[in-house]
């Protein structure tokens, strides 16, 4: 059964961090490059991070230097380290293997960033 979760999102002024957290069903974890995706009202979700089975990462342009994706296998957990948060940076997050394939998401975490 596919499980994913997300968690440490929160409210954060401009500047500051957070660090995400994604608990994945092994099943799925272990085979899959992960990713972590973002979606603000009104706009479509967005891929911002990745990380391959072999820890190689791709970020988009607008994260990249401020944003730091990893995983731990033994944990089937990936992270998003982000630095440096910005108030177009606020949205919901989720995680999710990469390419997606099919329709199943996690609840997400909120992520607002605002003075």
């Known amino acids: 059964q596919v499980q994913l979760v997300e968690s440490g999102g929160g409210l954060v002024q401009p500047g500051g961090s957070l660090r995400l957290s994604c608990a994945a069903s092994r099943s799925i974890f272990s085979r899959n490059a992960m990713g972590w995706y973002r979606q603000a009202p009104g706009q479509q979700r967005e891929l911002v991070a990745g990380?391959?089975?072999?820890?190689?990462?791709n970020y988009a342009h607008s994260v990249k230097g401020r944003f730091t994706i990893s995983r731990d296998n033994a944990k089937n957990t990936v992270y998003l380290q982000m630095n440096n948060l910005r108030p177009e940076d606020t949205a919901v997050y989720y995680c999710?293997?990469?390419?997606?394939?099919?329709?199943?998401w996690g609840q997400g975490t909120q992520v607002t960033v605002s003075s």
């Open positions: 990380i391959s089975t072999g820890r190689s990462t």
């Open positions: 999710n293997v990469l390419p997606v394939k099919g329709d199943y």
